[in-house]
């Protein structure tokens, strides 16, 4: 199976920057879209951004101009470089990998990380 894990979140006050890195690892045929998402207390998961194989981005109006999604293919790795971070970016971040595993590479499957809290606050 695939395996998802994120790291990078902690403790930021207003306007500060945190990069989460996350590695997919396992039996990958492909790498479709990697993604984030977030999760605050009471709300549904949003996506914040994804990238494509190809590299084409999608990003969350939210988070426009401050955050940066980018993909090492060879690592198959994407970071999320947040800047200018607000108390309403507080949640749960978590990773989401689309791709086909080696045993049925025309399958795609979702598979998520167990997420890693960030926290901007004064």
């Known amino acids: 199976q695939v395996q998802v894990v994120e790291s990078g979140g902690g403790l930021v006050q207003p306007g500060g920057s945190l990069r989460l890195s996350c590695a997919a690892s396992g039996s990958i045929f492909r790498i479709d879209v990697m993604g984030w998402y977030r999760q605050a207390p009471w709300k549904q998961r949003e996506l914040v951004a994804d990238?494509?194989?190809?590299?084409?981005?999608n990003y969350a109006d939210s988070v426009k101009g401050r955050f940066t999604i980018s993909r090492d293919n060879a690592k198959n790795t994407v970071y999320l470089q947040m800047n200018s971070l607000k108390p309403e970016d507080t949640a749960v971040y978590y990773c989401?990998?689309?791709?086909?595993?080696?045993?049925?590479?025309?399958?795609?499957?979702?598979?998520w990380g167990q997420g890693t809290q960030v926290t901007v606050s004064s």
């Open positions: 990238i494509t194989s190809a590299g084409s981005t």
């Open positions: 989401n990998t689309r791709a086909r595993a080696t045993s049925d590479v025309w399958t795609q499957y979702d598979y």
